[in-house]
């Protein structure tokens, strides 16, 4: 298989999109973002990249707190709407119709609409170049109800929103090709964890 050689930008594809939320100045204002992982186990840490010159970085570093919402793809025009405009000039929340709520995380907006959301107490906070490397420990995980069955989170109620960065589309997730953990164990038939 031939390759092609590509520029120096990390390529992870496609992500996650997320919307993080932080309260700047009292009002609640969220981001899209799509440079978003787990960044730990225990304690539950979740990492966020973001350039410095977001408004919802002025909060984070204003309060120290800050949630990960994970839009499903119904919410595509939404989310979509916080990637394009800053929250220093609209108010997103007004304008997108987002309930928000807050946890034991005061300051952390969570946005109802959204499937699951998690409120982060930061702990790190690393700045790159052109962006902040900022990790969270995760404090609280909110599911919505109706997105369980059988009392465990169905990707298929939660639907989320799935970006392709090179090529600016958003996408739904596609077919189940096997259960993790598992499917791999047929090319060595060790069972045993890397």
């Known amino acids: 298989m031939n390759k092609v050689l590509l520029d120096s930008r990390a390529i992870i594809y496609p992500t996650a999109l997320f919307l993080v939320g932080a309260e700047v100045d009292g009002k609640a204002n969220f981001m899209a973002l799509a440079w978003g992982s787990t960044a730990n ?3 539950a840490s979740f990492s966020i990249a973001i350039s410095h010159r977001q408004h919802t970085l ?3 570093r204003q309060n120290m707190v800050f949630s990960v919402n994970i839009p499903s793809i119904a919410m595509a025009g939404e989310a979509d709407y916080c990637g394009l405009v800053s929250g220093s000039a609209i108010d997103k929340v007004e ?3 987002f309930t928000i ?3 034991k995380v005061a300051k952390a907006p969570l946005i109802e609409e959204c499937p699951i959301n998690l409120a982060c107490v930061t702990e790190h906070i690393v700045d790159l170049p052109d962006h902040a490397l900022v990790i969270g420990k995760v404090e609280e ?3 919505s109800e109706n997105c369980l069955t ?3 989170p169905d990707i298929n109620k939660i639907a ?3 970006l392709v960065t090179n090529i600016r589309q ?3 997730l596609g077919n189940n090709i096997g259960k993790a953990f598992t499917i791999g164990r047929q090319i060595t038939g060790n069972n045993s964890s890397s």
């Open 160 to 162: 989320p929103l799935v």
């Open 58 to 60: 002025k909060g984070i």
């Open 170 to 172: 958003y996408y739904s």
């Open 141 to 143: 995980n909110h599911l």
């Open 101 to 103: 709520f807050y946890g």
């Open 41 to 43: 186990n225990q304690p």
């Open 150 to 152: 059988d009392g465990l």
């Open 95 to 97: 304008a997108c119709h």
